[in-house]
């Protein structure tokens, strides 16, 4: 924990973005008497009310557009994730020397608990909550949150107490945490994601290994040993570096038949037994490793991470059973937003697959799709606004593509084209945003059709 001045009734902040984030943030300054202005390109009506006691307990607000003095004029930013950091009034702010944060780096700054820190392409959230399982089981109490669930600062503002925080960190949190310092630090893997948003890919894997950055020699490194862009950086890492890994002998968590072994300099070795994991698929191997490292070195015992291991079940939207209709298996990975999620998704099956892909387009290559279904058949059916690079990119690279104007119309045609024993599955490779609010609502209309399905 670093603290810093931030807070005192004198200065004046300026909070960029009204997402829940945001929203939680102008609530703690305020209630810390600081003067707040917030900003937002959404105006009033978008918020529907989420606004009004914000505006009671005193928060300016400038909606509908930026003005510049409010980002010249202000002692602080707080930026909330979703914000692009080269908009001009945010570069108008730095040539006058002003700080720029965001919430995860302010609220980290406000607590003095050890931290685990979470950031990889794809595997975050589940990995997070697993580590948080694995330490309530041990009977003590961790914040789980961040990029999921509830923000670290308006956990701050309902006086939450814990032991121990357990955060999912995006790479756009880390690039407004210039402090953040994880006592365990976790990169689960990297893949082409966020092109739309980052100069290069160069860039994109700059900001997840960010997170070890400002690790001292004690604190810890997790790392995936699998994945190549990993092994090319472990060297620069400063922390104690912690490799897991599938199949390395000298990793020091490592798959062994049906079971885990675990191996930390100065602790006792250990296995757990993978039979009875609720996880499936080799992503969630991954994701188990690297929690059960996370948790061994906060100093949670075997028993607690095994009990663990086999009774957490995981998310909804994340390779989710829907239904069998007609020997058909419907899938809901809407959560996959990113080509690496897709793939992983693919993997876990080795029958045919009839992909529903698309939504807002993240600009990177759709290639390691078509690979991955190579050989396991089925076909691709492209929508939204992406739609027409996904089918462009695919169609002559996979036996069948189609192209849709939305989902609804998509998800009929694979209907339509699967045959028993096939898989449908929503795994989307972008973000919603084009036609839906957020990827829970886009999986939610997903299942919608399935129930609708007639018998």
Request: overall charge negative; hydrophobic content about 40%; aromatic content about 8%.
């Amino acid at each position: 924990m670093s603290a810093d001045n931030l807070g005192k009734s004198a200065e004046k902040v300026l909070v960029v973005g009204l997402g829940i984030s945001g929203r939680a943030v102008c609530a703690l300054l305020r209630a810390r008497g600081v003067k707040v202005v917030a900003t937002d390109i959404r105006d009033r009506a978008a918020f529907n009310g989420a606004l009004d006691s914000l505006e009671k307990a005193g928060c300016e607000f400038r909606l509908g557009g930026h003005l510049v003095e409010d980002f010249t004029s202000a002692d602080r930013i707080i930026v909330s994730p979703g914000i692009p950091l080269d908009i001009g009034p945010l570069e108008a702010a730095r040539l006058r020397g002003r700080e720029i944060i965001g919430e995860l780096e302010w609220a980290w700054r406000r607590v003095d608990l050890p931290v685990i820190g979470v950031t990889g392409t794809n595997g975050k959230t589940t990995t997070t909550a697993l580590i948080g399982k694995m330490i309530e089981l041990a009977g003590r109490k961790p914040f789980v949150g961040g990029n999921i669930g509830t923000p670290l600062s308006q956990w701050i503002a309902d006086g939450g107490k814990a032991d121990l925080l357990v955060l999912e960190i995006s790479s756009f949190q880390l690039d407004t945490a210039p402090r953040f310092r994880p006592d365990a630090a976790i990169v689960l893997n990297i893949t082409e994601d966020h092109l739309d948003r980052y100069k290069d890919y160069e860039a994109y894997i700059d900001s997840k290994f960010s997170i070890f950055g400002r690790q001292r020699p004690e604190d810890y490194a997790i790392v995936n040993g699998d994945d190549p862009l990993c092994q090319e950086r472990i060297s620069q890492i400063p922390g104690k570096v912690l490799v897991f890994s599938t199949s390395e002998p000298s990793a020091n968590a490592r798959v062994v038949g049906d079971s885990v072994r675990v191996a930390i300099p100065g602790r006792e070795t250990f296995e757990l037994d993978l039979s009875g994991a609720k996880l499936k698929g080799a992503h969630n191997l991954e994701n188990i490793m690297a929690a059960a490292l996370a948790a061994s070195v906060m100093g949670v015992p075997r028993s607690s991470i095994q009990e663990a291991v086999n009774t957490f079940g995981g998310f909804a939207h994340r390779v989710e059973w829907v239904r069998t209709w007609r020997g058909i298996d419907f899938y809901d990975d809407s959560k996959g937003t990113n080509t690496g999620a897709v793939v992983k998704a693919l993997e876990g099956f080795d029958r045919p697959v009839n992909l529903l892909l698309g939504g807002r387009d993240k600009l990177g290559s759709y290639d390691p799709i078509a690979r991955a279904l190579e050989g396991r058949g089925g076909a691709v059916f492209a929508y939204g606004e992406a739609g027409p690079r996904i089918y462009e990119q695919l169609r002559r690279k996979v036996r069948t593509a189609r192209l849709f104007p939305d989902l609804g119309q998509a998800f009929a045609e694979a209907v339509l084209l699967a045959s028993p024993g096939e898989v449908v599955l929503l795994s989307p490779a972008c973000s919603s945003f084009d036609q839906y609010e957020s990827y829970s609502q886009r999986g939610d209309h997903f299942k919608k059709l399935v129930a609708e399905l007639e018998d």
